[in-house]
């Protein structure tokens, strides 16, 4: 769909993102959220025009990627038509219009919307259709965005690839043989096909930086309490959060500022950013101390490719370009302490809401996780708590010198589909997550926020793949990440870079 020489006139002169000039542009999928919000607001592109490309797109690109599990044109039109009505509204009575206006906006299938399937990519919940939306849904149905479907997870999210047994694997669209990464992979496909220009995503243990960049995208989770997870969930051990996958930083910000909503009862708190998160995105961040580490965490013997290195080496010598002070930062606690991950892992693994009966269509790693989660006692799972939080003071007196720091987000370009899952042994399976993943998940354990940015590209078996580096903060720091992160993305933009066969 392209657009009429009117609405091309409309824009001329104005300016995404970093420069990037709108004029430029003559596809919807190539705008940012924000740039469609800003077209949407001025009517030189109505909801449903835009929601009519994102499900044409859908529609020719989701056969051989699996970003979607349910597809939900008739609520997204619905959406669409709200929208239009609320923009109306607000011109009559010139009130303000909601921030994302007419935005497409996926829902990964771990969060409920009300009437629709919620499988959380398990055949163990085939048939259940959600009572109610998640807080987290209604916040983004508030803000104006268009619900296109539910986005494909492994089963309950547990491992960082998303090949479920009730759907299609979700694949890179960089290139299809390989995992778009989990377990928010279906709606990180989604984004780098450019199906939607957001979608929503979670993280408890890497969830949204490891698809983040296995597809070539910005992926970051907040600071435990920062994203709710009221009104109907639950921190539990907290090691998971709410968030999104984006193109560029200004619209992960801007997604930051509408999901950043406390709910009655919230456990974890934390006061508001200076004026907003996408006000981060122009502030010079000052000069900062930035400590690397590309030696592994959670697994010492995880073999890390030279394309991730280099692509840490790389960052690191422009952080030193843009005045920063960088230098090796030390491991922040001996490997053996992430046995406190493993035990929370697998306990957490027994609150997805599986009868009894049910148990024997979950798959083998689930069914395994679960029954080393019923071997764990109470006094075990006490002492894990206890341990994660001696743990995060051990890494914040380690680290305390540095303002960031800068790993690879993964220690490989994305697997092939299948090579990381193994149903005849799923030790053997979470092991080769863990060495996939060995810095991620320190993230969770300590709460602090990271994102993953696509700074770096590698060449691997002949093709072109995104290699992410991940940018970790302190308690509460996401306007520093999101203020270093712009100024990474000025000076090395990634917004032009699009997968091959995906029609940009």
């Given at each position: 769909?392209?657009?009429?020489?009117?609405?091309?006139?409309?824009?001329?002169?104005?300016?995404?993102?970093?420069?990037?000039?709108?004029?430029?542009?003559?596809?919807?999928?190539?705008?940012?959220?924000?740039?469609?919000?800003?077209?949407?607001?001025?009517?030189?592109?109505?909801?449903?025009?835009?929601?009519?490309?994102?499900?044409?797109?859908?529609?020719?690109?989701?056969?051989?990627?699996?970003?979607?599990?349910?597809?939900?044109?008739?609520?997204?039109?619905?959406?669409?038509?709200?929208?239009?009505?609320?923009?109306?509204?607000?011109?009559?009575?010139?009130?303000?219009?909601?921030?994302?206006?007419?935005?497409?906006?996926?829902?990964?299938?771990?969060?409920?919307?009300?009437?629709?399937?919620?499988?959380?990519?398990?055949?163990?919940?085939?048939?259940?259709?959600?009572?109610?939306?998640?807080?987290?849904?209604?916040?983004?149905?508030?803000?104006?965005?268009?619900?296109?479907?539910?986005?494909?997870?492994?089963?309950?999210?547990?491992?960082?690839?998303?090949?479920?047994?009730?759907?299609?694997?979700?694949?890179?669209?960089?290139?299809?043989?390989?995992?778009?990464?989990?377990?928010?992979?279906?709606?990180?496909?989604?984004?780098?096909?450019?199906?939607?220009?957001?979608?929503?995503?979670?993280?408890?243990?890497?969830?949204?930086?490891?698809?983040?960049?296995?597809?070539?995208?910005?992926?970051?989770?907040?600071?435990?309490?920062?994203?709710?997870?009221?009104?109907?969930?639950?921190?539990?051990?907290?090691?998971?959060?709410?968030?999104?996958?984006?193109?560029?930083?200004?619209?992960?910000?801007?997604?930051?500022?509408?999901?950043?909503?406390?709910?009655?009862?919230?456990?974890?708190t934390l006061p508001g950013p200076r004026t907003t998160f996408l006000d981060a995105c122009g502030r010079d961040p000052g000069r900062l101390r930035v400590g690397v580490l590309t030696t592994p965490v959670i697994d010492a013997d995880a073999p890390v490719d030279d394309a991730c290195v280099a692509a840490v080496a790389r960052t690191a010598a422009l952080l030193e370009e843009l005045g920063h002070d960088v230098e090796e930062a030390p491991v922040p606690f001996p490997a053996e302490r992430w046995a406190s991950f493993d035990v929370l892992w697998s306990v957490l693994s027994l609150t997805a809401p599986v009868e009894a009966e049910a148990e024997r269509l979950l798959v083998p790693l689930t069914r395994w996780l679960r029954e080393k989660g019923r071997s764990v006692s109470g006094v075990d799972y006490a002492s894990a708590i206890s341990l994660v939080q001696s743990t995060t003071r051990e890494s914040a007196a380690t680290w305390a010198p540095y303002d960031?720091?800068?790993?690879?987000?993964?220690?490989?370009?994305?697997?092939?589909?299948?090579?990381?899952?193994?149903?005849?042994?799923?030790?053997?399976?979470?092991?080769?997550?863990?060495?996939?993943?060995?810095?991620?998940?320190?993230?969770?354990?300590?709460?602090?926020?990271?994102?993953?940015?696509?700074?770096?590209?590698?060449?691997?078996?002949?093709?072109?793949?995104?290699?992410?580096?991940?940018?970790?903060?302190?308690?509460?720091?996401?306007?520093?990440?999101?203020?270093?992160?712009?100024?990474?993305?000025?000076?090395?933009?990634?917004?032009?870079?699009?997968?091959?066969?995906?029609?940009?």
């Amino acid at each position: 769909m392209r657009y009429t020489s009117a609405s091309i006139r409309g824009m001329q002169c104005r300016r995404g993102g970093h420069g990037r000039r709108v004029d430029q542009v003559t596809q919807i999928h190539e705008f940012s959220a924000l740039e469609l919000a800003d077209l949407v607001r001025r009517r030189e592109l109505s909801p449903t025009e835009v929601v009519e490309h994102a499900l044409a797109r859908l529609d020719r690109l989701d056969a051989r990627l699996g970003a979607f599990v349910t597809v939900t044109p008739e609520l997204a039109r619905a959406h669409a038509a709200e929208v239009e009505q609320a923009l109306t509204d607000a011109a009559d009575d010139d009130a303000p219009t909601p921030p994302l206006a007419g935005v497409p906006c996926p829902i990964k299938d771990l969060a409920m919307v009300a009437g629709v399937p919620f499988r959380a990519g398990s055949a163990a919940l085939e048939g259940t259709i959600a009572p109610a939306d998640d807080g987290v849904v209604t916040l983004l149905r508030d803000a104006g965005t268009l619900m296109l479907g539910k986005t494909n997870t492994p089963e309950f999210g547990l491992p960082p690839y998303t090949e479920p047994d009730i759907a299609p694997p979700a694949r890179t669209p960089w290139d299809p043989s390989r995992t778009a990464g989990g377990s928010s992979g279906g709606a990180a496909a989604a984004v780098a096909a450019g199906i939607a220009p957001v979608a929503h995503a979670s993280d408890g243990g890497g969830s949204i930086r490891i698809p983040a960049s296995a597809c070539g995208l910005v992926g970051l989770k907040p600071t435990r309490g920062r994203i709710s997870p009221g009104p109907y969930g639950t921190d539990g051990a907290g090691l998971a959060s709410n968030g999104v996958l984006t193109r560029d930083i200004r619209d992960t910000a801007a997604l930051l500022d509408v999901l950043a909503r406390p709910w009655a009862g919230d456990v974890f708190t934390l006061p508001g950013p200076r004026t907003t998160f996408l006000d981060a995105c122009g502030r010079d961040p000052g000069r900062l101390r930035v400590g690397v580490l590309t030696t592994p965490v959670i697994d010492a013997d995880a073999p890390v490719d030279d394309a991730c290195v280099a692509a840490v080496a790389r960052t690191a010598a422009l952080l030193e370009e843009l005045g920063h002070d960088v230098e090796e930062a030390p491991v922040p606690f001996p490997a053996e302490r992430w046995a406190s991950f493993d035990v929370l892992w697998s306990v957490l693994s027994l609150t997805a809401p599986v009868e009894a009966e049910a148990e024997r269509l979950l798959v083998p790693l689930t069914r395994w996780l679960r029954e080393k989660g019923r071997s764990v006692s109470g006094v075990d799972y006490a002492s894990a708590i206890s341990l994660v939080q001696s743990t995060t003071r051990e890494s914040a007196a380690t680290w305390a010198p540095y303002d960031v720091v800068v790993t690879p987000t993964l220690a490989r370009p994305p697997a092939r589909v299948g090579e990381l899952r193994d149903d005849d042994d799923p030790a053997a399976d979470f092991a080769a997550q863990m060495a996939f993943t060995p810095w991620t998940s320190v993230w969770n354990l300590t709460g602090w926020p990271a994102v993953s940015l696509p700074l770096e590209e590698a060449e691997v078996d002949g093709v072109r793949l995104p290699v992410g580096v991940m940018l970790g903060g302190r308690q509460g720091g996401e306007e520093t990440l999101l203020a270093l992160s712009s100024q990474l993305e000025q000076a090395r933009p990634w917004r032009d870079r699009h997968p091959p066969d995906t029609e940009w």
